[in-house]
């Protein structure tokens, strides 16, 4: 029997023949593989006297694993061709806990390592977002029992003033069990910093030391996480890969937004990171895609018969994704100002959000499948006109008695520059299921509140009964689906209620899932 690979975890397989999630030792027992990604079910004879423990390790030597993040959040997993099996038809079932069941297994002897480096650990992004999401998996159990999270960047700072900084960002968010602060601390452990420039050989040879060290002659996997410019990521990429990466495990690199300015530098800088590794080694990830609702978004229409049947031109009046920050550029405006806020949100979190909200159910949960719908939700837009898209820009203002400074005040800013903060645009999806229908965008920089959400607008009543017969217009108060991404995730949908009490009144309530609540 031919070897097959899996990305699921061992303790999800069980056998056909008992309830036990252990495998029978009766000779050539099934085994039930189920994998909830793709609501399949693969059936495979075990050899004789194997039971869970055995096959998952066993498993492991026998192939190679490597996974790639799509840009809609999901894991496509590649194996390596597999030897024919010798021992009556082993299943070559790759597990995400695959380290550290090899290594319990082996007594120490072979036990792997991972080593995170986060390039350009001192930016904003690594502090608000990166270092609390490593905090996250850390919590709930899903990095390895070794490894090891450097920071690199420019800036000259010790281990201690690193974890000062990221202590500050780092939240329980998943629940608020009592050992929180013990797994902060824990987390702080294992987190260090080593200063270098980005294109330099010399420091990067100083930074493969350090990890030797703290990898202990371990197998060690190595993961670069870039949170750097697109201009430098060749330099960085380059600089690991021949001076800082594994020589007995594997080594990836994740490529945050944005990647290139256009489709022109996409290609260029693609064609650049080849040239030192290979295309399964990359990671290309837009991180807006993590957060919960976005997550949830596939699921609460394909999932739930109530919404899937009224998600089309039929009922839908418009769709609108709105997306506003409260503070400026703030120091940052010499990398916003090359990208705008059209580069910088609207053409990679809206635009993903976007061919989300508008696919067609895929054919699996595959990011190949998912991807293919994606895209022809794209080939099917309509070219943006200029009278459907407005811009601006923030000017100074003051709130309360303070002043808050205008863009260009900002000295990061090019004096004079004309880049827009704020732009909404109108645009339309030429298909049979959204012909019409305008998907409104609009982002923007120092408004007056913080928040992201998906508003879905329906079509008014046909006839319009209630305004007939007592004055209520029907055509101001639709039903409305609104996705709050953030902040006090929500869903909650608007319908129209009598008012308690004599004669007819209409009013607006809604039906809510707060997430804090539930």
Not at 6 to 14: D, N, Q
Not at 43 to 62: F, I, M, T, W
Not at 188 to 195: G, I
Not at 370 to 375: A, G, L, P, Q, Y
Request: hydrophobic share 35%; charged share 25%; with cysteine.
């Amino acid at each position: 029997m031919s070897s097959f690979s899996s990305s699921l975890s061992c303790p999800t397989y069980r056998s056909r023949t008992s309830n036990s999630p252990f495998l029978s030792n009766h000779p050539s027992s099934l085994i039930n593989v189920v994998d909830p990604r793709r609501s399949l079910s693969f059936h495979y004879a075990s050899p004789q006297g194997l039971n869970l423990d055995e096959l998952c390790v066993r498993s492991q030597r026998k192939s190679v694993q490597s996974s790639v993040v799509a840009q809609d959040g999901s894991v496509a997993t590649k194996s390596s061709p597999a030897e024919e099996p010798k021992d009556g038809g082993l299943l070559t079932i790759p597990s995400l806990e695959a380290d550290k069941v090899v290594a319990e297994s082996d007594g120490g002897e072979h036990q792997s390592t991972v080593s995170i480096t986060v390039v350009g650990a001192s930016g904003d992004l690594a502090k608000k977002k990166i270092f609390p999401a490593l905090f996250a998996l850390y919590y709930e159990g899903c990095l390895p029992e070794h490894f090891t999270i450097f920071g690199y960047a420019r800036s000259k700072m010790t281990d201690a003033e690193l974890r000062d900084m990221v202590s500050k960002t780092l939240t329980c968010r998943i629940d608020k069990r009592a050992n929180c602060g013990e797994k902060m601390e824990e987390f702080l452990k294992r987190c260090f910093y080593h200063s270098g420039q980005y294109d330099s050989q010399e420091h990067f040879v100083a930074l493969d030391e350090k990890l030797k060290e703290h990898e202990g002659g371990r197998l060690s996997n190595r993961l670069f996480y870039l949170l750097i410019p697109p201009n430098i990521f060749v330099d960085a990429v380059k600089c690991a890969s021949s001076s800082a990466s594994s020589v007995n495990g594997w080594t990836r690199v994740i490529v945050e937004k944005p990647f290139g300015r256009d489709a022109k530098t996409s290609a260029a800088l693609t064609k650049s990171l080849k040239q030192y590794l290979e295309e399964d080694q990359i990671f290309r990830i837009d991180h807006y895609l993590g957060k919960e609702l976005v997550e949830n978004l596939s699921v609460l229409r394909f999932s739930n018969l109530i919404f899937e049947p009224l998600w089309s031109r039929q009922y839908i009046r418009n769709v609108q994704f709105i997306f506003s920050e409260d503070f400026g550029t703030e120091g940052r405006g010499g990398y916003f100002d090359n990208y705008g806020i059209i580069r910088d949100i609207m053409q990679n979190h809206l635009l993903q959000i976007l061919a989300l909200f508008a696919m067609e159910t895929p054919v699996s949960l595959d990011a190949e499948d998912i991807r293919n719908e994606k895209v022809k939700v794209l080939r099917s837009m309509r070219p943006i006109q200029l009278e459907d898209v407005v811009i601006g820009q923030y000017k100074s203002h003051s709130i309360g008695g303070v002043t808050y400074p205008g863009y260009t005040d900002d000295k990061t800013v090019p004096k004079g520059s004309l880049t827009p903060t704020f732009a909404a645009a109108a645009l339309f999806i030429d298909n049979a299921r959204w012909d019409g229908v305008p998907f409104l965008m609009k982002a923007g920089k120092a408004l007056n509140t913080r928040s992201a959400e998906i508003r879905v607008q329906f079509r008014h009543v046909p006839g319009n009964l209630y305004n007939r017969n007592s004055g209520t217009d029907l055509d101001q108060t639709t039903n409305e689906l609104v996705i709050r991404v953030q902040p006090d995730e929500a869903i909650y949908l608007k319908i129209n209620n009598k008012v308690p009490g004599l004669g007819m009144r209409l009013d607006r309530s809604n039906l809510n899932l707060l997430y804090s609540a539930r």
